[in-house]
């Protein structure tokens, strides 16, 4: 049974990224404020749900929410600044678009930087909150969906199935046609020798 929030006298979001360990690809996050009244059996950390299941709770948490915001990290900016603070970067990108000024944010993870809002860092808080795991359905279905839509470009990468996780389909294709303009250039692509030099592809 997820719990409703850590500060009921506060107005809290929760925020969670998507697409961390990836090769390609940007890396997205979503803050959610939930109503103190809202309840949904079906909510749940979003990699425990089927693809139905995160669709049709995207369309309630967002017609539900008091606020929701997603917010994106592209692959350019992770090589320049690295993946941890990108991460972090999403969140607040998203906290930033939120209508609603939150007084209190619960971040998934066990860290997170110094910000102007306080905060919590609860780890696998998408399986202990709802407003986290509300964030967690939005930031991976929204970069799902950038991601089969990049994948008409490049079909020979998979992405329409892997969404750029690190599949041996994924790398396989890297080792054969390069990498393209949206893989990671500081991440290991191939999975062979780390100081491999890859071009970029077509």
Request: proline share 5%; charged share 25%; glycine share 6%.
């Amino acid at each position: 049974m997820l719990q409703q929030f850590l500060h009921p006298d506060k107005i809290e979001a929760g925020c969670d990224e998507a697409g961390r360990g990836c090769l390609a690809g940007p890396v997205y996050a979503a803050a959610v404020i939930l109503p103190k009244d809202f309840s949904n059996e079906l909510l749940n950390d979003s990699k425990k749900l089927t693809e139905a299941q995160r669709y049709a709770l995207r369309e309630v948490i967002e017609r539900e929410a008091l606020a929701w915001a997603v917010g994106v990290v592209t692959a350019a900016e992770i090589d320049e600044i690295n993946i941890l603070k990108a991460s972090f970067l999403a969140m607040q990108r998203a906290v930033e678009q939120l209508k609603i000024v939150p007084e209190h944010l619960l971040i998934d993870g066990n860290r997170f930087t110094p910000y102007k809002i306080p905060y919590t860092t609860v780890v696998k808080g998408d399986a202990k909150f709802m407003s986290i795991a509300a964030a967690s359905i939005l930031a991976k279905t929204y970069r799902d969906d950038y991601m089969l839509g990049i994948s008409r470009d490049y079909p020979q990468y998979d992405w329409q199935k892997n969404k750029g996780y690190p599949t041996p389909k994924h790398r396989a294709a890297i080792r054969e046609h390069g990498a393209t303009p949206h893989h990671r250039m500081t991440f290991n692509l191939t999975g062979e020798d780390p100081q491999l030099s890859l071009q970029f592809g077509d």
